[in-house]
């Protein structure tokens, strides 16, 4: 993925002076539009991508230009990751007998 043309430092600082939890910023620079987006928390960061992206189906942008904010792609892996260990602490305790307090092996 490119830089993008307007940068997100320049979102969140429309979102410290006016203020804002969520910015969406379009702009056209006589050849194509730009957006860029940013949220103060990853849920806010994540429904400010959402409306971009959601300019971006309706303009019929291609698919690789809707994708998830770095910052929530990075917690839904971690989320996954914690899913995966989550489900294999569980398959371990159901291997655990209740009188001997052992694990057994099928």
């Avoid at 997100?8 to 539009?33: C, F, N, P, Y």
């Avoid at 957006?35 to 400010?48: L, N, R, V």
């Avoid at 971009?52 to 303009?59: G, I, S, T």
């Avoid at 995966?84 to 602490?89: H, K, R, S, V």
Wanted: proline share 6%; glycine share 4%; with cysteine.
């Amino acid at each position: 993925m490119s830089t993008p043309k307007i940068p997100i430092s320049a979102a969140k600082e429309v979102a410290r002076t006016h203020e804002m939890t969520q910015v969406i910023i379009l702009g056209w620079d006589g050849e194509s539009t730009h957006i860029t987006t940013y949220g103060k928390t990853a849920i806010d960061c994540d429904q400010a991508a959402q409306g971009a992206n959601f300019l971006k189906v309706l303009w019929n942008w291609p698919k690789s230009t809707i994708v998830d904010p770095f910052r929530v792609r990075g917690m839904k892996k971690r989320i996954q990751e914690l899913e995966n260990e989550t489900a294999a602490l569980r398959e371990a305790l159901e291997r655990i007998d209740p009188v001997t307090r052992k694990i057994v092996f099928p």
